[in-house]
């Protein structure tokens, strides 16, 4: 059974920190999505990465797939409150997706 | 071009009685995949369309579950004779061929 384990679980920041959020497995992704999902609405597709190595900027996050396509990494810089939400990893297995557990952010102002 | 809706948004029943959801994908969306998210973890894959045909089903649905896409477009999930441990978000997704996967605003169900 492939497993996605993200890290940390919670982080509760104030505003204009930065964090990272991981990502880690032991199988080997043809892609990797991130998702963050508001309380009682469905994940809201964030990246994708393909290429090992690959890096990806989107406004002040930034996203890194392992070289292996094994572990991924989220980079979040100056954070603000409408960051908060729930992280999530999901890799691809054959047509579907298998998501992490999730990182649940809480930005203070 | 329109999201992926569900309806309800949200379901509450009883133990033992019998509910359906059902999830309108993206237009030209060959596939539809169904999700179940419980509090505090991420979404599990349940099943999933490509047209009309169901391609795979999880161990996790079990034969109180079904699913359908009859003519390729909508899709509907029942579970006959709800459990308590049912209770959860149900996510629909839809996708074009092997791109991104778009999920929609899920239905939660709560059985009493």
């Given at each position: 059974t492939q497993l996605l384990e993200q890290s940390p679980q919670f982080l509760s920041i104030q505003e204009g920190e930065n964090l990272t959020v991981y990502c880690n497995s032991s199988s080997v992704f043809s892609s990797l999505q991130w998702y963050r999902q508001e309380p009682g609405e469905g994940p809201v597709l964030l990246v994708t990465v393909v290429t090992g190595g690959e890096v990806k900027k989107l406004k002040r996050l930034t996203f890194q797939f392992g070289d292996a396509r094994k572990d991924s990494s989220l980079h979040i810089t100056?954070?603000?409150?409408?960051?908060?939400g729930l992280y999530l990893c999901a890799g691809e297995d054959t047509d579907k997706l298998i998501f992490g557990t999730g990182t649940r952010l809480q930005v203070f102002p | 071009d329109t999201g992926v809706s569900q309806n309800p948004r949200h379901k509450i029943t009883k133990r033992g009685q019998n509910v359906t959801f059902r999830c309108d994908p993206?237009?030209?969306?060959?596939r539809l995949y169904w999700y179940r998210q419980t509090l505090g973890q991420g979404p599990e894959f349940l099943t999933y369309f490509q047209n009309e045909a169901q391609l795979e089903k999880s161990r996790?649905?079990?034969?109180r579950f079904s699913a359908e896409r009859p003519k390729g477009s909508f899709s509907t999930l029942e579970i006959q004779r709800?459990?308590?441990?049912?209770s959860a978000m149900y996510l629909c997704a839809s996708r074009k061929l092997s791109y991104e996967q778009y999920f929609g605003p899920g239905t939660r169900l709560t059985v009493t």
């Open positions: 100056a954070a603000q409150p409408g960051d908060t | 993206i237009s030209e969306h060959n996790l649905l079990s034969d709800t459990e308590q441990g049912d």
